[in-house]
């Protein structure tokens, strides 16, 4: 079943190529949706796919790129919505 969900990141996660080492995960996980960076240090994410998919990218997000060090990941479910690929926005 396709769920998607918004999952906030915080710790040392930019600057750090988090949001490049996520998209990679997405791509291989087919999941869609998009990553940014946030103001206060975070980052967002809002991931479409498969339940089973976004278990293993939600761990994946706990450990992050070899370079960040995360202390903190949050996510809830939100409505469903057509992403056609997995973005990095600026």
Known sequence: ???HLSITVSGRVQ?????????EQADRLNIKGFVRNEKNGDV???AV???????DF??????GSARAKVDHVEWKELSLKNFSD???QR
């Open 58 to 63: 939600i761990a994946w997000c706990k450990r």
């Open 86 to 88: 997995f973005t990095i």
């Open 49 to 55: 796919g498969m339940e089973e998919n976004l278990k």
């Open 15 to 23: 600057g750090v190529y988090y949001r490049a080492s996520t998209k």
């Open 44 to 46: 967002y994410i809002e």
């Open 1 to 3: 079943m396709l769920r």
